[in-house]
């Protein structure tokens, strides 16, 4: 099974631009709590964490990087460059951000609010939960 899911993004495009459309319950598959942005990142990898109850959907604005995503059995890496496609994330998934190009925009759309004891920043007692809830 991969961990590699995409939603579709509605894009309308003409000649005045581009729109990307994000609704909850129809493209993206829970309530939207909150919703941030990657921007100047320099180069270093990010992430390191996964979430006990938080899902996330992430979009690439402009730009490109690369997830590796994690279950604590099976990793897998997925880059990310197209505006119209959303990376889901969800729960108990280790992820890791990087290789990221120069004008690199990330959007992350959030099931919670931000909730500091959601996170597991320890690989290794992340690997013991995920085998858990195995």
Not at 83 to 112: D, H, P, Y
């Amino acid at each position: 099974m991969s961990l590699i899911e995409f939603i579709n993004v509605q894009e309308i495009k003409d000649s005045r631009g581009d729109i990307q459309v994000f609704e909850e319950f129809k493209n993206v598959p829970f309530d939207i709590k909150r919703v941030y942005c990657l921007t100047n990142m320099q180069g270093e990898p990010k992430g390191f964490h996964a979430h006990k109850n938080l899902q996330q959907v992430a979009v690439c604005l402009s730009g490109s990087c690369s997830f590796i995503l994690d279950n604590g059995s099976v990793r897998e890496e997925v880059e990310l460059k197209q505006t119209n496609q959303g990376l889901i994330i969800k729960s108990m998934i280790w992820r890791e951000i990087k290789t990221f190009s120069e004008n690199c925009v990330i959007m992350v759309l959030a099931s919670e609010y931000y909730n500091e004891e959601d996170y597991i920043r320890d690989y290794n007692d992340f690997k013991i939960q995920a085998q858990k809830t195995d």
